[in-house]
């Protein structure tokens, strides 16, 4: 095999590749990229079994035909350092055991491992997909993926629901203490879908997309895979197994107390709130809201803090209290200048919506004892 | 104790003295910043018994004069976040139990430390001193500072020697591998001293100068303090005690091959080569210097790089190797467009340095097998 490379697109398709190598592994071929040069283009593929991308290098001259693997770190490294001019022409050849990479003045030979034991990706039926902007796409993951649960203990929970129906796509995570939910309309309408991505597979797309609203990414779903596709890119991710939780019989519209706060006094003041905070002492922000403010309170053994912000109540006067931060990072991807939260009694779950429902954000409130407020 | 701050002025007199702030102490009362508001304006002192700041805080308003102590980090987050704007104003009140700090909407209220506890900073005598700009004593500590040992095996190695004799100061560092020399010219005469700074107090001087070329430090040297003193802010330390490494006898002008090189071609494949070494199997960069090219090999475990630099040669053929790591801290400080390297066989020290002698960097050469080259 024998290539050339311009180094900024071979760097590009590298770091797009890199987000799904294998760090730990018993397997040292999955910590490979597997580089493969045909006749429709140079390819690059990384492929941790859970989660596989590949991509095609723009601007790639081949002047012979073939495949290799390359410890994907040291390539990476070495296209990074060889040259510090993104224009520069890095060629690679590989002789079936030593791979020797030029650039400028310098020359790296490195050992290559056995393309064949590469693991293929899994090849995926197209038949049911929806497209929509990646800026879309981006903005439902960052709007959501904070509340899946972190720790493995329900496998269900480390992922998102992507709900389609008809033109109609619906994104949901759940950890127990708080639901995010995000709606939004399609170009199209399509099939029914029911599926749950893994949240590492979520946030990888998310961090590879440019997150432009001009360019379209098309996802398809299978029985067990599920495959985004755009520009030179495909990711393929396994799918959580599994009937997700209903979520409907959690949501409810009634209230009892509405608040209309300004988005960002609101946020600051949690924020400053939880300097008073440490990992083993775990207080509430309590907020007693009253006809046109809302104070919030937070008692610590390091200190207090008291905020008083200017808000807009309708209904009833109520103090509740909440971890905040889970307020914090639902606020944080709140793009709205004024949020809404609804509440109807200090155990009750509070929900922050628009008034579309583009977003809900339920959120459960803690115990706390009024007294000492 | 009253005072009115501004936001700013008051975090950026906190960012000061914090580097003066205990992490790890049995004694709590080195966590915390102690705040003095007298006649003479409002004060903050922070003090780890190795390094003490004192600072003034600009634009403060004494309604009560008085003292408090407060942990260093709550302050510090309380005041970064109890409002965005820099030019909020900032209230601090002390009963002598509860500190009380209002900003906009928000109060907080921390338990005080009792002030009296806190160490006072010793007073030096300032009799014996030297005046320079903080750019060129910041551009001495940078140049000189990554050759001083960082393990505490041999306590001298820890810090820098600063040398002064009429109008010349000379700064020194070593840790048995390489020395690091730096020369310069002071804009009076002043008495001889010959003192060792600690290498932790010099970098956190670094990181407080302004590194403004008109404004001035002046360096006071007692017996067994060192105090910077620059604008509102004067910082003690103590020295470290015994007489420095007698390096004379270790530089010598005589060599057998002179090389000039490009500085960041050379620092470029010095870079490059270190992609191949892990911690675990250290391998010398080899550089083989012939008539007017340089060729740097690096062979490890992982692979083999080879580049080639064009070079000016005076003097003998000569095949040398280095801990790349070595060569790389000296040339990265190091601002000329070419740099000279002066070598006389494969055992001898390397000097890189100007003509002035404005630097000298000594460094060790290792051993290596040439038939394996």
Request: net charge negative; aromatic share 8%; charged share 30%.
């Amino acid at each position: 095999m024998k290539l050339n490379f311009k180094r900024e697109d071979l760097l590009n398709a590298i770091n797009i590749v890199l987000k799904a190598v294998s760090s730990k592994t018993t397997m040292p071929i999955l910590e490979c990229i597997l580089i493969e040069a045909g006749t429709r283009g140079v390819y690059l593929t990384a492929n941790d079994m859970e989660l596989g991308i590949e991509t095609k290098v723009s601007n790639c001259e081949v002047l012979e035909e073939g495949k290799t693997a390359i410890e994907a770190k040291l390539f990476s490294e070495i296209v990074r350092k060889i040259s510090l001019e993104d224009d520069s022409n890095v060629s690679l050849s590989s002789d079936g055991t030593i791979v020797t990479i030029v650039c400028d003045n310098s020359t790296f030979r490195i050992q290559e491992k056995d393309p064949d034991q590469f693991p293929e990706l899994p090849s995926i039926d197209q038949e049911h997909y929806i497209t929509l902007s990646q800026f879309t796409l981006k903005e439902l993951i960052r709007d959501t993926i904070f509340s899946i649960s972190p720790n493995d203990s329900n496998k269900m929970m480390t992922g998102e629901l992507f709900e389609v129906q008809g033109d109609h796509l619906k994104v949901v995570s759940l950890d127990g203490h708080r639901i995010s939910i995000r709606n939004t309309v399609l170009r199209d309408r399509y099939e029914d879908v029911k599926v749950i991505i893994p949240g590492k597979t979520l946030n990888e797309v998310s961090k590879i997309l440019a997150g432009d609203n001009e360019k379209e990414v098309v996802i398809f779903f299978s029985k067990n895979y599920v495959l985004f596709k755009f520009e030179d890119t495909s990711m393929v991710s396994r799918l959580i197994d599994g009937e997700y939780f209903k979520i409907d019989s959690m949501l409810s519209s009634d209230y009892e107390t509405k608040v209309t706060v300004n988005k960002k006094e609101f946020l600051d003041c949690i924020e400053r709130s939880t300097i008073l905070i440490r990992e083993s002492d775990k207080k509430p922000l309590i907020m007693n809201i009253e006809d046109s403010s809302m104070s919030l309170k937070m008692n610590s053994m390091i200190g207090t803090m008291d905020a008083q912000i200017l808000i807009h109540k309708e209904g009833r006067d109520l103090m509740i209290g909440f971890n905040p931060k889970f307020l914090l990072d639902a606020l944080r991807v709140i793009d709205d200048e004024e949020v809404c939260l609804y509440m109807t009694n200090p155990k009750a779950p509070c929900f922050i919506k628009d008034q579309e429902e583009n977003y809900i954000y339920l959120i459960l409130p803690v115990n706390f004892n009024p007294a000492s407020y």
